[in-house]
């Protein structure tokens, strides 16, 4: 998902170059405190959820709806005797058929159905439960569906499509597929997930819309829309002989925004392996409201035209709906790669430093004490932080860094095959991003997931025609870690155009280094083009050796870099003291000697 509601002063004039600014704004403040949690409980995992199939009619005058819901579930182990749903209050049950049911109850938003007998490991049940009801609240983002004029559309994330369905309300648990059945009054067209089975004319005024979804899909990847949709039909040609329908469902011209997505379905194929749901189709639905679009399973709903977020929600649809988070508390590894395919999209659309600027633009707006691991997955405006879309992008950019181009992308087409259809947490990306690697990556992935704060770094240098000495001392912001890990490069620049990046690892607070060059360095930069997430202060000390900096190694430059020692040991108050040790007004050799005497005698 993502939003983009505020910084109107930044978007403007920036255009589409300009990441958007997701949540965390004074519109959402009210929203806070909405409890939309039905977490799931325990007994809940205790089964698995194999499939939906839906069979409503809505009623967009009464804002009501009629029908039933018919799952199938499979008990992960013996002596489940309850099945724990999720189903708002506001639906009123009228029956239930279940084979083995002994009956069932309806309240705090939970339906729960006993059996006779326990379920044993492995057995199936199919639950068809007819019901009719309230479909939630009517506002976007706190569930169930919105009705805006002649359109209305369903908005199930975080945890709404039991608003308005029965259901397992949970991401970790993904059907095997879906079978949507909506009957609406006949100027209603309706764009769902899948593949469009049929529309059939019932002969009273409605008709009833069939998508089958034969992807495993959550709850809160599941949509309807429905308005008097045109439908544009675009190709993405995925080979010489096939191609894919990419449907624009629009009540007006289609916005040229939409069209970035048949740019982007190439690109990202390549990267992150063929577009996940090839079979189908990718669509788009345009709803009225604005500042949003949601990653609907290849049936993208958006209330923008922004083109950078249409591709942030084609991103999604392998990073979020091929590949889902387990729960919320690692959201990032939705929203941060989303975040992360748009500047992928901008680097293989106009380049290099493109990218680059991409991604400069997100290294501030969030909460820089909390962490990308998401503590407080209560309410939808907790979740949906920024910070688990611009660090979590940014975290994305520094893992490419330190692993290598090559490397990164080849672990995480690796991380989206082995999870495809499936559910994962931080970790398991972890796992398989370091066997890549071919080294530990637990200290990345704690630093900067679970960690909080930034470090900043402050850095001396002196050179000469063949070494470059380097001191860098860091600090950090936040509470934990202490101590950043991180490869940093130098980049050393001389006359005449000569320039060398090399690149070291900051493991210390102080960590000092000596390079290896051929020229002879006129400036360093640390961290030139932005690879981490850090802020560098720092200036050269000039040539090794000219501690009084006239460019030139003399008696005087030898005699303060021995007073240094003295002073840097405690062995002196005052370097202007020392400098003349004799205090005879004149600095000799014999103040030399003197001082090193001094350094000899306490090194013991
Ligand atoms: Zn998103």
Redesign the pocket.
């Known amino acids: 998902?993502?939003f983009f509601l505020i910084i109107v002063l930044i978007t403007i004039g920036l255009g589409e170059s300009t990441p958007a600014i997701h949540c965390q704004n004074k519109q959402h403040v009210a929203h806070e405190q909405l409890i939309l949690s039905r977490d799931l409980l325990p007994e809940q995992n205790l089964y698995d959820i194999l499939y939906y199939a839906l069979d409503v009619s809505i009623n967009p005058t009464s804002e009501s709806i009629s029908g039933s819901v018919t799952i199938t579930l499979k008990s992960k182990g013996n002596g489940l005797n309850n099945i724990i749903l999720d189903a708002a209050n506001h639906l009123a049950i009228e029956n239930i058929t279940s084979p083995g049911m002994l009956g069932y109850s309806h309240s705090d938003d939970r339906l729960t159905i006993e059996y006779t007998n326990s379920l044993y490991e492995g057995e199936q049940k199919e639950i068809l439960i007819h019901y009719h009801g309230g479909t939630g609240s009517g506002v976007a983002w706190e569930g169930g569906i919105v009705y805006s004029g002649s359109q209305l559309y369903s908005l199930n994330c975080p945890y709404g499509m039991s608003d308005w369905i029965p259901c397992k309300d949970h991401p970790s648990d993904k059907a095997n597929g879906m079978d949507i059945k909506v009957t609406l009054p006949e100027s209603y067209v309706v764009a769902s997930n899948g593949t469009r089975s049929g529309i059939a004319d019932n002969g009273n005024g409605t008709r009833t819309h069939h998508w089958i979804e034969s992807y495993p899909i959550a709850t809160y990847l599941f949509n309807i829309s429905a308005a008097s949709y045109n439908e544009t039909i675009e190709y993405f040609q995925y080979s010489e002989t096939d191609s894919m329908p990419i449907i624009y469902f629009t009540t007006g011209t289609v916005p040229s925004g939409f069209h970035y997505v048949e740019t982007a379905l190439p690109i990202f194929s390549d990267l992150f392996g063929m577009y996940p749901f090839v079979d189908e189709k990718f669509a788009i639905n345009k709803v009225p409201s604005n500042g949003w679009a949601m990653?609907h399973q290849n049936n993208v709903t958006t209330a923008t035209t922004s083109g950078m977020t249409q591709v942030?929600?084609l991103g999604?649809q392998w990073f979020?709906d091929k590949v889902t988070t387990r729960d919320w508390q690692h959201g990032w590894l939705?929203?941060g790669f989303?975040?992360y395919s748009e500047a992928l999209y901008k680097e293989a659309t106009q380049g290099v430093s493109s990218y680059h600027s991409y991604m400069n633009q997100m290294k501030w707006g969030w909460d820089d004490n909390n962490s990308v691991f998401t503590t407080d997955t209560i309410g939808v405006w907790d979740i949906f932080d920024i910070i688990i879309?611009y660090k979590g992008a940014w975290v994305n950019h520094m893992l490419r860094h330190t692993m290598g181009d090559s490397l990164y992308f080849e672990s995480l087409r690796e991380y989206l095959d082995i999870y495809s259809g499936g559910n994962v947490v931080t970790e398991d990306l972890e796992a398989v991003v370091a066997s890549h690697y071919g080294s530990d990556l637990s200290w990345f992935f704690d630093q900067w997931i679970y960690g909080d704060g930034h470090p900043e770094y402050e850095f001396l240098w002196a050179g000469s025609s063949s070494k470059v000495k380097v001191e860098v001392s860091q600090q950090v912001t936040g509470s934990y870690p202490s101590l950043f890990i991180t490869p940093l490069d130098v980049r050393l620049r001389g006359a005449n155009g000569s320039e060398e990046i090399q690149v070291v690892w900051i493991d210390e607070h102080i960590t000092s280094f000596l390079l290896t060059i051929d020229f002879h360095p006129t400036s360093l930069t640390l961290d030139p083009n932005g690879w981490v997430l850090g802020y560098y202060s720092g200036s050269e000390v000039g040539l090794l050796g000219d501690i009084n900096l006239d460019n030139q190694v003399n008696i005087l430059d030898i005699i303060g870099t021995a007073n240094y020692i003295l002073y840097q040991s405690e062995l002196a108050e005052d370097q202007l003291f020392l400098t003349d040790i004799d205090s005879d007004n004149t600095i000799t050799i014999i103040d030399i000697i003197q001082i090193v005497n001094i350094i000899l005698n306490n090194s013991g």
């Open positions: 998902m993502r990653e942030h929600e999604h979020g939705n929203e989303a975040t879309y």
